[in-house]
């Protein structure tokens, strides 16, 4: 069975961090990109960040750059959002996905549940 079970997220003061995960079985995690996308009330679905599954490379949306950091460790199966400087624009639920196809590819893949993250001003 495919899981992807997304953890850390919570409540925090704009300024503050959080570090998410995503633990990934049930697949050849290294086979796959993964990314993470987040879902906030009234807005579209935004990418927010991938990383690569060969390379390592990283991508991030504009709004993120410089305040968070993708990376992987693929002897644990494990994805790692570490999201600084937090701003209330950042309140959404997150959400990892597994992508076959790269980085650059659509969202098509394994999706987790997700976990909120909740930004006060």
């Known amino acids: 069975e495919v899981q992807l079970q997304a953890s850390g997220g919570g409540l925090v003061q704009a300024g503050g961090s959080l570090r998410l995960s995503c633990a990934a079985s049930g697949f050849t995690f290294d086979d796959y990109a993964i990314g993470w996308l987040r879902q906030a009330p009234g807005k579209e679905r935004e990418g927010v960040s991938c990383?690569?599954?060969?390379?390592?490379?990283?991508e991030y949306t504009d709004s993120v750059k410089g305040r968070f950091t993708i990376s992987r460790d693929n002897a644990k199966n494990t994805v790692y959002l570490q999201m600084n400087s937090l701003e209330p624009e950042d309140t959404a639920v997150y959400i990892c996905?597994?992508?076959?196809?790269?980085?650059?590819?659509?969202?098509?893949?394994?999706w987790g549940q997700g976990t909120q993250v909740t930004v006060s001003s």
């Open positions: 990383v690569g599954n060969s390379d390592g490379s990283t």
């Open positions: 996905v597994a992508k076959p196809h790269g980085c650059a590819s659509t969202w098509l893949g394994y």
